[in-house]
């Protein structure tokens, strides 16, 4: 039988919630999209990219963080696709999001932030 594990994220928006105390992780999120950013316009071949593009985050906890990194995803992708194509990647890509924690996330409160003028 499986058992949840004891390190859940608190969903929500109290004191004790991930959405109040995950800076130290947001801060890690912003130093590494520059090596992102490089790693996606050196390996990504945009054979790969036909009109979607999906990218799924396994590990999503309640919110914002994770849409922090899919925009830094999006914006690699999108770069490179403006720069070796010389085409909008607006008109060019749909972006799919899957987004994936344990059944007991609090996937409410992730839903009910997402970015307004998201492009997924």
Do not use: H
Request: hydrophobic share 35%.
């Amino acid at each position: 039988m499986a058992t949840t594990p004891k390190w859940i994220m608190v969903g929500g928006e109290g004191p004790e919630s991930y959405n109040q105390n995950s800076s130290y992780q947001r801060a890690l999120l912003e130093a590494a999209k520059e090596k992102m950013s490089e790693a996606i316009k050196a390996k990504l071949s945009l054979d790969l990219i036909s009109d979607r593009f999906s990218v799924a985050d396994f590990g999503c906890a309640s919110g914002p963080n994770t849409f922090v990194a899919v925009q830094n995803i999006i914006n690699a992708v999108e770069d490179k696709y403006r720069k070796e194509t010389g085409q909008n990647p607006a008109e060019n890509i749909e972006f799919q999001i899957l987004f994936n924690d344990f059944t007991t996330n609090d996937f409410n409160t992730l839903f009910q932030s997402l970015p307004a003028g998201r492009r997924y």
